[in-house]
């Protein structure tokens, strides 16, 4: 087994072990990474990662890990599949799936939060357009108000399945599994690179998440509150009409 060394970058690879594998193109070692920042990672405890992509377009994702950090975290995720363990330390694990990933049932309290804090920060983007401040209502669309209509599209969803199934990376499979129109609406909520691009994206996603979160309320039986959505969208309205120079609020 060849040995981990320090690069010139300050980082670790190993130069022998990737060799059979080819020539690296794109090479990153995050937990170096992170070391570099002030992050901690302690490679004894935690292993090290080491990942490439090959001139031949494949990619290799190596992590590294003493046996104790092994036996530690070995099976935490379902789809652990063991390859090779030549020296017998590995426990037998029961079947492969992706029931680590599926997407959990909400609670009433859960489903609450995500209505409540849509509804609330829902005016800071129309705020943001008012203001012409286009990267920060985009901010607030993108890192607030989508993260929550994606939740409510993924209970949407899974509630079709017994609550067994997963969605993928980043929701990716929503396009997928969720009826075209849905889809469709999803999908125009993105690439908002101008003011009225950004009040139709802001548009589109209040409408789909009002549709799927009152589907949701009535699959799992709970309490989807209309007096906030029309109450934020109320004092939406009111910003939208209000004029450039405009010192005070009507709503």
């Known amino acids: 087994m060849s040995t981990l060394r320090p690069t010139s970058r300050g980082c670790w690879q190993s130069e022998a072990g990737l060799r059979p594998f080819g020539l690296p193109l794109v090479h990153q070692e995050p937990d ?14 935690d292993g090290y990662t080491i990942m490439n992509v090959f001139t031949d377009g494949n990619r290799m994702d190596l992590h590294l890990e003493t046996v ?48 409540n804090d849509f509804w609330w920060v829902a005016p800071y983007v129309a705020k943001g357009l008012w203001r012409n401040e286009l990267l920060y209502a985009n901010g607030m669309l993108a890192n607030v108000i989508r993260p929550h209509l994606l939740d409510m599209c993924d209970w949407l969803v899974a509630s079709d399945y017994d609550w067994r199934i997963s969605t993928g990376k980043m ?23 101008t003011i009225s691009d950004t009040w139709h994206a802001l548009d589109m996603s209040m409408d789909l998440f009002a549709q799927v ?37 009507e709503v």
Not at 179 to 184: D, F, G, K, Q
Not at 228 to 235: A, D, F, L, P, Q
Request: charged residues 25%; contains cysteine; proline residues 7%.
């Open 213 to 249: 979160a009152g589907q949701v309320a009535s699959r799992l039986e709970f309490n989807y509150v209309r007096e906030e959505e029309r109450g934020s969208r109320k004092y939406i309205d009111a910003i939208r009409k209000l004029a450039p120079d405009a010192t005070s609020i």
């Open 68 to 115: 104790a950090a092994c036996k530690l975290g070995y099976g935490s995720d379902s789809q652990t599949v063991p390859l090779l363990d030549k020296d017998g330390i590995l426990p037998p694990l029961p079947a492969t799936s992706d029931r680590d990933h599926w997407v959990k049932r909400p609670s009433a309290e859960l489903f609450y939060h995500h209505t």
């Open 32 to 45: 170096a990474l992170d070391m570099a920042v002030g992050q901690t990672c302690n490679p004894e405890t």
């Open 171 to 193: 929701h990716k499979e929503l396009q997928q599994l969720l009826p075209e129109t849905l889809w469709r609406q999803l999908a125009s909520t993105y690439a908002a690179g």
